[in-house]
């Protein structure tokens, strides 16, 4: 609260996400929230698009970046939202879209791996990559499976569009 009358400006949930996460700050917005001092949110959503910036701000490379944001933001956050159609998302919606971000990155990691790039990379980079996936210790997991199965059936929908 110090804070926030330091700064004289309006107590928001944007001004709370400024802070460092942990768990006064959680109790603090549940306290604000639930006295109506702040308005009631998606946290599970919130942190999930807070979670898409940070991943995106730390690729190094801006054109995966912006491949990666597509498939994050387009795809991944859209289809959640569609799911929960209003509604909270719960823990494990979230997490799963987070899988599948973190899936969605470790193709082109992979592919830097052997100096390729999305740009040229080959069909036969994405069936070595599909295969290597499937033959890990343990395998695609469900959340990535569904990710693989589209990369498999379309990499350009997945990454480019």
């Given at each position: 609260m110090?804070?926030?009358?330091?700064?004289?400006?309006?107590?928001?949930?944007?001004?709370?996400?400024?802070?460092?996460?942990?768990?006064?700050?959680?109790?603090?917005?549940?306290?604000?929230?639930?006295?109506?001092?702040?308005?009631?949110?998606?946290?599970?959503?919130?942190?999930?698009?807070?979670?898409?910036?940070?991943?995106?701000?730390?690729?190094?490379?801006?054109g995966q970046k912006e491949v990666l944001h597509r498939y994050a933001v387009w795809r991944v956050r859209r289809r959640l939202r569609r799911r929960i159609r209003g509604t909270h998302a719960t823990p494990s919606q979230a997490a799963v879209a987070r899988r599948n971000v973190q899936a969605a990155a470790a193709f082109p990691d992979w592919l830097a791996v052997?100096?390729?790039?999305?740009?040229?990379?080959?069909?036969?980079?994405?069936?070595?990559w599909l295969a290597a996936a499937n033959l890990s210790q343990r395998g695609p997991t469900p959340q990535t499976d569904d990710l693989l199965r589209e990369i498999d059936r379309d990499p350009t929908a997945i990454f480019w569009g």
């Open positions: 110090i804070l926030h009358a330091a700064r004289q400006c309006p107590l928001t949930h944007a001004v709370l996400d400024e802070l460092p996460p942990g768990k006064a700050l959680t109790h603090l917005r549940r306290v604000l929230v639930g006295t109506g001092a702040l308005p009631a949110r998606d946290e599970h959503l919130a942190q999930l698009e807070r979670w898409i910036g940070t991943t995106l701000a730390a690729r190094p490379d801006p052997g100096d390729a790039t999305l740009a040229s990379c080959a069909q036969a980079s994405l069936d070595e």
